[in-house]
T-cell receptor, first 116, second 116 residues
Framework: GAVVSQHPSRVICKSGTSVKIECRSL??????MFWYRQFPKQSLMLMAT?????????EQGVEKDKFLINHASLTLSTLTVTSAHPEDSSFYIC????????????FGSGTQLSVL | AQSVTQLGSHVSVSEGALVLLRCNYS??????LFWYVQYPNQGLQLLLK??????LVKGINGFEAEFKKSETSFHLTKPSAHMSDAAEYFC??????????????FGRGTQLTVWP
């Protein structure tokens, strides 16, 4: 079946550094990818919607200059957390919609970001 | 606006007992409804979904859910719990079709514990 690969699965970084998270659709083309954030013991919150070749649409309250999203191809979207701070520590998950005609949605395995 | 309420952040059952995880939604348009499961250190996996048609939906691992419009509910059930069912379960709603089908609004999740 269709697979979404998210990398890295876990990253620890120092405060002030930037971290890039990749989301790849391995065997299908994804017209749209979504980025979610999950705080401990809380639900997933949609951060932004990413369409190939266009600017991402951010949800209210999400800083677009801090969470840079690039969707350069139909199989890859990246989320860059710029100048990360401890409060950015969270579990980030991407999802992708297959454009095979059935519009199935697939999730990546997530990235646990810890900012020291 | 769409929202999801999952009653009970923690549910504990004995192995072999009935599993009932409650989900109520709010949507201004006919919804698409989903249940996802998240095992420790893993991404989200789709259990089942309701889009149109039959209101009783069967999913993987013996789970099923019934869409009740009058009650705005989509409770998840399994007749007999297994130890491997222990995980976090998320109910989600989407009011969109087409290219924005993947935009989901999640409940806070319910942690299911299964006792031997």
């Amino acid at each position: 079946g269709a697979v979404v690969s998210q990398h890295p699965s876990r990253v620890i970084c120092k405060s002030g550094t930037s971290v890039k998270i990749e989301c790849r659709s391995l065997d299908f083309q994804a017209t749209t990818m979504f980025w979610y954030r999950q705080f401990p013991k809380q639900s997933l919150m949609l951060m932004a919607t990413s369409n190939e070749g266009s600017k991402a649409t951010y949800e209210q309250g999400v800083e677009k200059d801090k969470f840079l999203i690039n969707h350069a191809s139909l199989t890859l979207s990246t989320l860059t957390v710029t100048s990360a701070h401890p409060e950015d520590s969270s579990f980030y998950i991407c999802s992708a919609i297959s454009r095979l005609g059935n519009e199935k949605l697939f999730f990546g395995s997530g990235t646990q970001l810890s900012v020291l | 606006a769409q929202s999801v309420t999952q009653l009970g952040s923690h549910v504990s059952v004995s192995e072999g007992a009935l599993v009932l995880l409650r989900c109520n939604y709010s949507s201004s348009v006919p919804p698409y409804l989903f249940w996802y499961v998240q095992y420790p250190n893993q991404g989200l996996q789709l259990l089942l979904k309701y889009t149109t048609g039959a209101t009783l939906v069967k999913g993987i691992n013996g789970f099923e859910a019934e869409f009740k419009k009058s009650e705005t509910s989509f409770h998840l059930t399994k007749p007999s719990a297994h130890m491997s069912d222990a995980a976090e379960y998320f109910c989600a709603v989407s009011d969109a079709r087409g290219s924005t089908l993947g935009r989901l609004y999640f409940g806070r999740g319910t942690q299911l514990t299964v006792w031997p």
